[in-house]
């Protein structure tokens, strides 16, 4: 068991496993963190612990993170090493003029400055990364819906550079953006809205909300944001990410403690980074190991001092995007309130995609938004458009509008795009009159259900939660990383992969996002091209149990009577 896969194990139930993290002796088992799923988890350690934790949840919580395999692993390694033998050979061979420099490198004038150019840094980049460059970058021509067209590009210096063809590839299927209700559309009622508010404001707002930049339309936004969220308040940010990484340093400080989940976005490391807190990590969605910080912070102190800290601050994912995995929320309120900490909850990928109001993680566990004490989000994804928001007690928002850099110094948000996510957001809401909101809610889940269970009776590894449109697809090996890109788009499938450093260096992986504007049919197509690259790339590892035909059949038959 590797100790990325060991992080990853969760603390309480899990199937085919020992409940204390224990590492057990045979590679290769299925991690399944069940609560109220006796069926899958026959063997239920009745302890104390246990029923405290499933006492919080009011609907069953599943989440698979199935072990890498002992030889896959061993391979992988094996690769990433031959491939780091080549990468010192030709370093040598390009040092003596063998082999031509592609290499940014200081001029021979300025050898005895500081290295602008730190050349062991750049070593991965220069040696493995550019291998499988082309898998990233593409250059779309069309909205990036269901369906989008990708324009060809060749390279003749092995990916050091590109040139386009000209020819287009029409009507790949997306799998790769975040357009989980599907609204990045250039049609229908969102569309025409923004065009609309577009002839009347115009693109700019050219100044900031503190001068002439604060529109009639970024009030209307934030009541809005408000009433969705159910919070006091809420506050409006042209960047996701800025809303992360300049606010989190405007709410912590100096002898203020962060503890950050493990797998926590840049946005949220670098925020926590920029606040000069202290800072201390915990295990991914390990509430043993939140809990012994927590315990040790209010025991010790702060160190050398051991003065009590003025503000402990939780930072937690609704949806983890590399892991698919959904946080264990009621668990971390309880903690909080237990311990006297806050709670900055990131919803970038759960808002709009889980709960039956679309309102993120909090409506999904059907908890109160008020034990929440930040509530982030961002409007780049469900809502198809830009920018973030914080939601929360009224004192919080005044207290932003005036301490953060964000709120201060940057441009206010564009005016069709505050109108795209009115209009959509409306629409999730039910306030356009028509169901269309909730439609695209239920066809989201139904669509993430279904690929996901045809994945995983393909026999692929498969990480995340049995409710999360993020659902990542283990690759492992580096060679196979490049290779599944360029074999899926010779298929006319848009996917995105990802390697170290993105994620730990034997844990590659694909990341499909399920939208609501996907047909069955579409992902029928998508799922026999991953299931033909599979078969040819060898990546079907899993070893759990595939479910037979006749139970395959008739699963089939009742979606198909759902339908």
Same mark, same amino acid.
């Given at each position: 068991?590797?100790?990325?896969?060991?992080?990853?194990?969760?603390?309480?139930?899990?199937?085919?496993?020992?409940?204390?993290?224990?590492?057990?002796?045979?590679?290769?088992?299925?991690?399944?963190?069940?609560?109220?799923?006796?069926?899958?988890?026959?063997?239920?350690?009745?302890?104390?612990?246990?029923?405290?934790?499933?006492?919080?949840?009011?609907?069953?919580?599943?989440?698979?993170?199935?072990?890498?395999?002992?030889?896959?692993?061993?391979?992988?390694?094996?690769?990433?090493?031959?491939?780091?033998?080549?990468?010192?050979?030709?370093?040598?061979?390009?040092?003596?003029?063998?082999?031509?420099?592609?290499?940014?490198?200081?001029?021979?004038?300025?050898?005895?400055?500081?290295?602008?150019?730190?050349?062991?840094?750049?070593?991965?980049?220069?040696?493995?990364?550019?291998?499988?460059?082309?898998?990233?970058?593409?250059?779309?021509?069309?909205?990036?819906?269901?369906?989008?067209?990708?324009?060809?590009?060749?390279?003749?210096?092995?990916?050091?550079?590109?040139?386009?063809?000209?020819?287009?590839?029409?009507?790949?299927?997306?799998?790769?953006?975040?357009?989980?209700?599907?609204?990045?559309?250039?049609?229908?009622?969102?569309?025409?809205?923004?065009?609309?508010?577009?002839?009347?404001?115009?693109?700019?707002?050219?100044?900031?909300?503190?001068?002439?930049?604060?529109?009639?339309?970024?009030?209307?936004?934030?009541?809005?944001?408000?009433?969705?969220?159910?919070?006091?308040?809420?506050?409006?940010?042209? *960047? $996701?990410?800025? +809303?992360? @990484?300049?606010?989190?340093?405007?709410?912590?400080?100096? =002898?203020?403690?962060? !503890?950050? %989940?493990?797998?926590?976005?840049?946005?949220?490391?670098?925020?926590?980074?920029?606040?000069?807190?202290?800072?201390?990590?915990?295990?991914?969605?390990?509430?043993?190991?939140?809990?012994?910080?927590?315990?040790?912070?209010?025991?010790?102190?702060?160190?050398?001092?051991?003065?009590?800290?003025?503000?402990?601050?939780?930072?937690?994912?609704?949806?983890?995007?590399?892991?698919?995995?959904?946080?264990?929320?009621?668990?971390?309120?309880?903690?909080?309130?237990?311990?006297?900490?806050?709670?900055?909850?990131?919803?970038?990928?759960?808002?709009?995609?889980?709960?039956?109001?679309?309102?993120?993680?909090?409506?999904?566990?059907?908890?109160?938004?008020?034990?929440?004490?930040?509530? *982030? $989000?961002?409007? +780049?994804? @469900?809502?198809?458009?830009?920018?973030?928001?914080?939601? =929360?007690?009224?004192? !919080?928002? %005044?207290?932003?509008?005036?301490?953060?850099?964000?709120?201060?110094?940057?441009?206010?948000?564009?005016?069709?795009?505050?109108?795209?996510?009115?209009?959509?957001?409306?629409?999730?809401?039910?306030?356009?009159?028509?169901?269309?909101?909730?439609?695209?809610?239920?066809?989201?889940?139904?669509?993430?259900?279904?690929?996901?269970?045809?994945?995983?009776?393909?026999?692929?590894?498969?990480?995340?939660?049995?409710?999360?449109?993020?659902?990542?697809?283990?690759?492992?090996?580096?060679?196979?990383?490049?290779?599944?890109?360029?074999?899926?788009?010779?298929?006319?499938?848009?996917?995105?992969?990802?390697?170290?450093?993105?994620?730990?260096?034997?844990?590659?992986?694909?990341?499909?996002?399920?939208?609501?504007?996907?047909?069955?049919?579409?992902?029928?197509?998508?799922?026999?091209?991953?299931?033909?690259?599979? %078969?040819?790339?060898?990546?079907?590892?899993?070893?759990?149990?595939?479910?037979?035909?006749?139970?395959?059949?008739?699963?089939?038959?009742?979606?198909?009577?759902?339908?």
């Amino acid at each position: 068991m590797t100790e990325s896969s060991a992080s990853k194990l969760l603390n309480g139930e899990t199937c085919l496993r020992t409940s204390n993290g224990k590492k057990h002796g045979r590679n290769g088992f299925v991690k399944n963190h069940c609560l109220f799923q006796q069926r899958k988890c026959h063997r239920l350690k009745e302890n104390h612990d246990v029923g405290h934790s499933a006492a919080l949840y009011n609907k069953p919580f599943g989440e698979s993170f199935e072990e890498t395999p002992l030889l896959v692993a061993v391979l992988t390694y094996m690769g990433y090493g031959i491939l780091t033998l080549f990468g010192y050979l030709r370093d040598f061979l390009r040092d003596w003029s063998f082999e031509k420099c592609h290499v940014a490198k200081e001029r021979d004038e300025q050898k005895d400055f500081v290295p602008l150019y730190q050349d062991f840094e750049n070593f991965y980049t220069r040696n493995l990364y550019m291998r499988i460059r082309d898998n990233w970058n593409r250059p779309i021509c069309s909205v990036p819906g269901a369906k989008m067209d990708v324009m060809e590009r060749v390279t003749h210096d092995y990916n050091w550079t590109f040139k386009h063809t000209g020819t287009v590839l029409k009507d790949v299927i997306n799998m790769g953006s975040y357009n989980y209700l599907g609204f990045a559309e250039n049609s229908g009622t969102c569309a025409d809205a923004a065009a609309e508010a577009t002839v009347k404001y115009g693109v700019g707002v050219s100044g900031t909300r503190h001068e002439l930049g604060n529109l009639d339309k970024h009030e209307e936004l934030e009541k809005l944001v408000a009433r969705f969220l159910g919070v006091e308040s809420s506050m409006a940010f042209g *960047m $996701g990410f800025a +809303t992360n @990484s300049m606010n989190i340093p405007a709410l912590t400080g100096k =002898g203020c403690l962060i !503890l950050s %989940d493990e797998l926590n976005h840049a946005s949220l490391v670098l925020g926590a980074r920029l606040s000069g807190s202290t800072i201390r990590v915990f295990k991914h969605n390990n509430m043993q190991s939140l809990e012994k910080l927590l315990r040790d912070a209010i025991v010790h102190g702060q160190p050398r001092t051991h003065r009590p800290w003025k503000k402990i601050l939780i930072l937690v994912e609704g949806i983890y995007s590399m892991e698919g995995s959904v946080v264990r929320l009621p668990e971390v309120i309880a903690l909080k309130k237990k311990y006297k900490a806050y709670l900055y909850l990131d919803e970038a990928h759960s808002i709009g995609a889980l709960g039956p109001g679309g309102r993120g993680v909090v409506d999904y566990f059907g908890l109160d938004p008020r034990d929440v004490d930040i509530m *982030m $989000g961002t409007f +780049t994804k @469900s809502f198809g458009a830009a920018g973030g928001y914080i939601g =929360g007690k009224k004192e !919080l928002i %005044d207290y932003l509008r005036t301490h953060s850099h964000s709120a201060i110094y940057a441009t206010s948000m564009s005016p069709p795009v505050i109108q795209q996510i009115i209009t959509s957001m409306k629409c999730i809401m039910g306030e356009d009159g028509t169901t269309l909101g909730q439609e695209r809610l239920r066809q989201l889940s139904e669509n993430t259900t279904y690929f996901r269970r045809r994945l995983q009776e393909m026999g692929f590894i498969i990480y995340g939660n049995s409710d999360s449109p993020v659902v990542p697809l283990m690759l492992y090996m580096p060679a196979k990383i490049g290779a599944f890109g360029r074999e899926m788009l010779k298929r006319n499938i848009g996917t995105v992969v990802v390697g170290f450093p993105a994620t730990p260096i034997i844990e590659s992986r694909a990341r499909f996002c399920v939208s609501a504007a996907h047909t069955r049919e579409m992902l029928d197509t998508a799922l026999n091209a991953i299931s033909e690259v599979g %078969d040819l790339l060898q990546l079907k590892y899993s070893r759990q149990t595939r479910p037979s035909k006749e139970e395959t059949d008739h699963f089939s038959y009742l979606e198909s009577l759902q339908d």
